[in-house]
């Protein structure tokens, strides 16, 4: 109780020094809010921007995913005997990886790409077929509207069914009524089993929508393009895709994954494997930058307000010596008088801070605001900067305090 009363009587006085000296408590306060705002508003706009991203990357499916897909060399160029001896990726090598890891694995999908004429009473135009197979539809993030999705019967059966983005059912069925209706991919006729939700993300506010292609798919079994549309008796693949839930058992799959696939393809590296949330993880590390030059911008601005700061306790310290002289003279200890410089000091440096918090948080806003992005503020990016401004501010008044602690009582009541 004894503490807390001292306590009481310094913060009091304090408050009534801030009070009494409210132009040098304003710029002793100014440095320390300004450092505060820069590291607030720079942490903020980063979170925003990651936290949009993650709102991206959980409306396709998710980041924990392992892409294999042929190289472009096996695609493209002039390929070797033994290359030439090999399948290529097939429906195989999804099925010797799942056994792999069958706990860790969530999902397996495979895609079968084809270009064909989309025929329909209303519309002919070019379209990207997508073949797909296995958990395409959940590992890509897609939900149904009207009718069903494409079975593991349809699969076997290469059945001749399809699967339609919104923006497909519009374009070859404008009425709405696509369900159950005949389209021709290529010279197959295909029925209409499915209508996809449509998907809409726009980064910004008016930016176009991000997932406008990935309404354009036509989605049919891939068995079916591989035999019905292209002839291919080993139904090779163009892309398998595992989910690994667990990413840090990413890296050990990863690994035993291109061991098995390369034995089953004669020890010839025609794949490559991508690593989805690595990948993503190397862009954010290059965001990373952004934090570490608000950071220095705040540590700057902290800095300059702590010179600033111990300049005017240092003047103020002068018109004060009498003041402490008096206080000395009727018993205060230095340390008592240490204490009171750090209390006031610390004091401004808490109502800087506060300060500093709602000028970022304006200043976070006005920004992102600019940028077309939801603001989200992380609580861990007030603490840090209030931590910040904390410890340099204590830092800063520890010298003025310990000058103020050294002063002789004598020579202090006779100053003028």
Known sequence: ??????????????????????????????????????????????????????????????????????TALALDSNPSALQSANLGLRAEDAHDGTRINEKNIQGVSLRKFATARVRSPYADEERRLTGVAGDFFALEGYEIEEGRLISEQDVEAAAAVAVLGSEAARTFFPGGDALGKTIRAGNVPVVVIG????????????????????????????????????????????????????LSSMSDFANQLTATIRANHRQQQDFRLDDVA???????????????????????????????????????LRDRVREVGVKMAIGASPAEIFKSFMTEALLLTALGSSAGLFVGIGLSKIITSSLGIPLYMNAASFVSAFFLASAFGFVFALFPAWKASRLSPMEALRYE
């Not at 009070?19 to 820069?38: K, T």
């Not at 998907?199 to 989605?219: H, L, P, S, T």
């Not at 891939?222 to 989910?243: E, H, I, K, P």
């Open 278 to 316: 690595a990948r993503i993880r190397r862009q954010r590390s290059q965001g990373n930058v952004y934090n570490v030059i608000f950071m220095l911008s705040g540590f700057l601005s902290l800095i300059g307000g702590g010179i600033v700061n111990v300049n005017i306790q240092m003047a103020s």
């Open 195 to 246: 209508v996809l939700s449509e998907k809409v993300f726009r980064f910004r506010e008016g930016q176009r929508n991000v997932f406008r292609w990935r309404n354009r798919i036509v989605a049919v079994p891939s068995s079916l393009v591989a035999r019905r549309m292209q002839g291919d008796a080993y139904q090779r693949l163009d892309r398998v895709t595992f989910r690994i839930p667990d």
């Open 1 to 70: 109780m004894r503490l807390n009363g001292k306590l009481r009587e310094r913060l009091a006085e304090a408050w009534v020094e801030i009070h009494q000296n409210f132009g040098r408590s304003i710029l002793q306060a100014l440095g320390v809010m300004l450092g505060v705002a820069a590291v607030l508003g720079g942490f903020s706009i980063t979170d925003s921007q990651r936290r949009r991203s993650d709102e991206l990357f959980s409306k396709i499916g998710g980041l924990d995913k392992l892409n294999v897909q042929p």
